[in-house]
């Protein structure tokens, strides 16, 4: 998912260079999958915005009555005297938006086993501030409506909209604000999981033992498919077909199946024997263009990549450009005419929505997070700050689908749900307006701009201590952090030498290590660096472990040291040095401190790179900061 137009975060152009990034703990595991996200979400929310338009101007028109005739067409899947037999209302919203949240409970599961939720420290600020985002507003809700009917629709101001919110931070937010969008994003999963337990357990009724069985079974059935390691998709995909019958036949509301099975689809990261076999049939298919190892080929592309990662890919898009949108058309077309809208702004269903989609969501979300803060319970993402998240509470106050869904299920009475249904689009309009109003106060008055990582060098070379090739005092720097298992810092290397033979003693070249957790050997890799750079040899290791990256375990770290003549019963002691391990973690401390989130990264004199780090690219950075420098 491009970030709207923020500049890449991990130093690399995503589009245009390849690199390796943190697994876990994972601040961009790899920054397509996320870029992608935000970008099909922000692009789904123009098109969720357009369809309710839409619906409302049609509900409204002389053609009102084709669009109610429009969603109780009936539709029917018979097979053997049994089958479906529902409305299009109905089709959409215990259909469709099932695909929905079976997408979501994807994301969720793949953020907690190689994303963003891998270190689950990450989790606690979040956690807090979500609990608060649900508890607050329900409670204010319940304030205005504490008992009767009314006083079922508290699950209304308990969610997000992820594909407004997001689309309204792109609108109204900073220039730059993917740290502030990460977060948020990782307190909606929060925000999903409960309203959608909210909706399975709260808001069902009439339960059918036999086919809750059926349920159960099939969720036992994905459990196992997941421990025997299945990577085809098709019985993941069977399975939930029928789970998703079952719990339709059950009383259970389907949302908690899609959300439930997305959960119990696995997520991984590639593992290496894998893609390396895949890219050996990819290789023999171009020998042999034949159907059988083209069939073999696509085989082992697909068990590279897990099955979860895979289901998103297909459906991700579906969801965000058709699901969502047909579904704020098949519930947003509320008639505002004959007294509806008066009523609607006196009633208490009306402000209780409002208040707690708006005022609720803010203090919820905003106070829940800065307390668990102040508490010690964890910390925002570096680069946000007190005013970016209460803005971002501000926008989670546009709850809009999980709000309109729960609206069909809470009320059965037609003229209570359009009076909700009048806080929701109120509500959403306020927010929208209140997170800008936030964003332009902190700016202003605190200095809080653009919620991005540090672009600037954290720690100031020092030739006493840094590894520097070239003249000490050179006018121009190029700082690079790597990892010796890192395949893209290996062709990186080839453009630094490139780039240091044109500029000759202009530049001084500075290498600074950054093993990444999904490397097992980058650590040591870096401490035997440092220990032959203590016999004076450190740029011959620094060379020759690049050229031998797939020999890198203590044996053959061993056998290097022999090869370039070092006293190797020395270096074998320098290896378990602490003092050694020490410094690999210092340079790892100030590229924290940097913003840098994978390698291979560049900061050209103290200001981060962006974009790709080819030869050509890296000397024209260069020259331009050279050119910035003279002028």
């Known amino acids: 998912m ?37 970008s099909t979400e922000t692009t789904g929310a123009a098109l969720l915005v357009a369809a309710a338009l839409v619906a409302l101007v049609w509900a409204n028109s002389p053609a009102s009555g084709a669009y109610e005739d429009l969603w109780h067409l009936r539709l029917a899947v018979q097979l053997a005297g049994g089958g479906i037999d529902l409305d299009l209302h109905h ?61 079922a629709g508290w699950g209304v101001v308990i969610g997000t909209d992820t594909a407004f919110l997001l689309g309204a931070l792109a609108l109204v937010g900073p220039r730059v604000s993917t740290q502030l969008r990460i ?6 999963v929060i925000d999903d999981i409960v309203a959608v337990s909210v909706i399975g357990v709260v808001y069902s009724d009439g339960l059918e033992p036999a086919a809750l069985a059926v349920a159960a079974a099939c969720l036992v059935l994905l459990v196992v498919l ?89 459906l991700h898009g579906w969801t965000s450009f058709v699901v969502v949108p047909v579904f704020a058309l098949a519930n947003a077309g509320i008639d505002l005419r004959d007294g509806v809208l008066r009523d609607a702004l006196g009633s208490p269903i009306t402000w209780g929505v409002v208040l707690g989609l708006v005022l609720g969501k803010l203090l919820g979300i905003g106070l829940g ?13 570096e680069g946000v700050g007190a005013g970016h998240t209460l803005a971002g509470a501000a926008l989670s106050g546009i709850g809009f689908t999980v709000s309109l869904l729960i609206i069909g299920l809470a009320f059965d009475d037609q003229r209570m749900q359009d009076e909700a249904k009048v806080g929701v689009l109120l509500a959403a309009v306020l927010a929208a307006a209140l997170g800008w109003l936030v964003f332009a106060v902190a700016a202003r008055f605190f200095d809080q701009r653009d919620a991005a990582l540090p672009t600037t060098l954290a720690e100031p070379v020092d030739p006493a201590t840094d590894h520097v090739a070239g003249p000490p005092d050179a006018p121009l720097t190029l700082v690079e952090y790597f990892d010796y298992e890192c395949p893209f810092c290996a062709r990186a290397t080839g453009a630094a030498r490139e780039v240091r033979r044109h500029f000759g003693d202009r530049l001084r070249y ?8 999904v490397h097992p050997h980058a650590v040591l890799a870096g401490v035997a660096a440092e220990a032959a750079g203590r016999q004076g040899r450190f740029w011959e290791m620094h ?42 973690e210092r340079d790892e401390t100030s590229a924290a401190g940097g913003g840098v989130r994978g390698t291979p990264t560049f900061f050209v ?22 050119q910035r420098t003279r002028s």
């Open 369 to 381: 997070a800065l307390g668990a803060v102040r508490l010690g319970a964890g910390e925002l993402p």
């Open 605 to 626: 004199g103290t200001e981060r790179h962006q974009g790709p780090y080819d030869a050509r690219s890296l000397i024209a950075a260069l020259e331009a900061a050279a």
């Open 226 to 314: 997941d421990r025997v390691g299945e990577w085809r998709a098709s019985p993941y995909v069977v399975t939930v077909l029928v789970l998703w019958i079952a719990t339709l036949e059950s009383g259970v509301h389907a949302a908690i199946a899609g959300m439930v099975s997305g959960l119990l689809v696995p997520a991984a990261d590639p593992d290496r024997r894998l893609v390396q076999r895949a890219a050996a049939r990819v290789r023999r298919f171009q020998q042999s263009p034949l159907p059988q190892v083209q069939r073999q080929a696509r085989r082992e592309l697909n068990r590279a990549v897990s099955v979860n990662e895979r289901l998103q890919e297909v």
């Open 91 to 151: 089709w959409v919203n215990d259909g469709l938006m099932v695909v929905f949240f079976f997408v979501i409970g994807l994301e969720v599961r793949r953020e907690f086993a190689v994303g963003e939720l891998t270190d689950r420290r990450r989790l606690r600020v979040p956690l807090v501030a979500g609990l608060g985002g649900m508890l607050v507003p329900a409670a204010l809700y319940l304030l205005l409506n504490p008992t009767g009917e009314a006083a």
């Open 510 to 517: 500075v290498a600074r290590h950054l093993p990444l957790a």
């Open 2 to 38: 491009s970030l709207a137009g923020d500049p890449d975060e991990t130093g690399v152009d995503p589009d245009a260079a390849d690199a390796c990034s943190f697994a876990a703990p994972a601040e961009t595991r790899t920054a397509s999958p996320l870029r992608h996200f935000i």
């Open 183 to 188: 977060f948020l994003l990782t307190l909606t």
């Open 543 to 584: 060379d020759l472990l690049f050229s031998n990256q797939d020999r890198l375990s203590r044996a053959d770290l061993l056998e290097h040291a022999a090869t370039l003549g070092l006293d190797v019963d020395r270096f074998a002691a320098d290896l378990d040095d602490p003092a050694l391990l020490a410094r690999v």
